[in-house]
Nanobody, 121 residues
Framework: QVQLVESGGGLVQAGGSLNLSCAAS????????MGWFRQAPGKERVFVAS????????DYVDSVKGRFTISRDNAKNTVYLEMNSLKPEDTAVYYC??????????????WGQGTQVTVSS
């Protein structure tokens, strides 16, 4: 199983940017599609973005399209989430995930521990 550790969360003003990273160890990173999910206070964890094993395909929830960019570096066993034009409603704990299927966001093989992102108005 792959182990995941997120970093890069923090407090930012609305309109600002943050870059999240997720470092993987254990089983071969390139075997997995990767995803980012988030959980706001009192709400369920929801899908944000995913990227295929090669990095050639990406998918986003509508609310972040044009503002967030997911990418990966298989040589560094790391996946990234660049977040721009942040809004207060983006406030959540962000979780990195290893996906056994790029097409199925529920096929989560591993979760990271999460990193808090807080956007102030």
């Amino acid at each position: 199983q792959v182990q995941l550790v997120e970093s890069g969360g923090g407090l930012v003003q609305a309109g600002g940017s943050l870059n999240l990273s997720c470092a993987a160890s254990g089983r071969t990173f390139s075997w997995y599609a990767m995803g980012w999910f988030r959980q706001a206070p009192g709400k369920e964890r929801v899908f944000v973005a995913s990227i295929s094993r090669s990095g050639g395909s990406t998918d986003y929830v509508d609310s972040v399209k044009g503002r967030f960019t997911i990418s990966r570096d298989n040589a560094k066993n790391t996946v990234y989430l660049e977040m721009n034009s942040l809004k207060p409603e983006d406030t959540a704990v962000y979780y990195c995930s290893a996906l056994s299927s790029y097409a199925n966001h529920e096929a989560v093989a591993s979760w990271g521990q999460g990193t808090q992102v807080t956007v102030s108005s």
